[in-house]
């Protein structure tokens, strides 16, 4: 049986294999919206001081900071990723949780324009549980950021959900 589709190739490198932002021009703007994931599993002597809800340390409450730290990175995507392009955000919420021994921490975001959003997403989510590792660090270093990655993206050429 042949191989009739097409070889999948990186949309970031030209026809000489330099770096080049991907030409959005002729695309439509539709709605389009992301959600990312990241998990910080966090130790007993931490888990503890949430007991209550939010812990309140010296530089602020946890979470509260984290959500803002979430929202700023997910504005500041294309100052961090080279390549991604400038979008005007329509939404962008950070929800975290405690679930048994992890902080969840889910980063939505959504705009209307030619591009998705999932880099944003994921930059908020990212920079929210190093947020929550750097509020807790004074506890204990144990922490461990497990996984940071895309849920859903709607709104482009393709829809993904992620298992």
Known sequence: MSNTSTPQQFSHLDEKNQPSMVDISD?????????????????????????GGDINTRKGAVFQTAIIAGIM???????????????????CSVEIQLVNEEALIRCTVKTTGK????????????????TVYDMCKAFTHEMIIRET???????????????
Not at 30 to 50: C, D, H, N, Q
Not at 82 to 88: I, R, S, V
Not at 117 to 124: D, F, P, R
Not at 153 to 162: F, S, Y
């Open 27 to 51: 695309k439509s703007s539709t709605i389009r919206v992301a959600i990312a994931e990241s998990r910080v599993w966090l130790p007993e002597v931490i888990r503890r001081e949430f007991s």
């Open 73 to 91: 990175a997910a504005k500041k995507t294309p100052e961090l990723i080279p390549l991604c392009h400038t979008l005007l955000l329509d939404n």
């Open 115 to 130: 591009t998705g959003v999932e880099m944003e997403a994921l930059t908020g989510a990212s920079v929210a549980a190093l």
């Open 149 to 163: 990655k895309l849920i859903s993206k709607t709104g482009g050429k393709r829809d993904v959900l992620v298992p």
